[in-house]
């Protein structure tokens, strides 16, 4: 049997308490990914290539991907 993650959780429109288990997986996810926006944002070149964005991209969704 497959152990569903608790972003399948969220994504299969459960409600995520406070006092669930694994909800601090969200909290670091947000955090993490916030920190790569705060980078994307102060990134010295406004005109990053598609290859770069797409990079920033991978690293938010790889941030779901754990359990």
Do not use: C
């Not at 601090?24 to 070149?45: P, R």
């Amino acid at each position: 049997m497959k152990t569903i993650t608790i972003f399948e959780r969220l994504q299969n429109g459960e409600t995520i308490l406070s006092n669930d288990p694994k909800a601090y997986k969200l909290i670091e996810a947000s955090f993490d990914t916030k920190k790569i926006l705060v980078e994307m944002n102060n990134a010295s070149n406004p005109n990053v290539s598609g290859k770069q964005k797409r990079d920033y991209s991978n690293r938010i969704i790889s941030l779901l991907k754990f359990d």
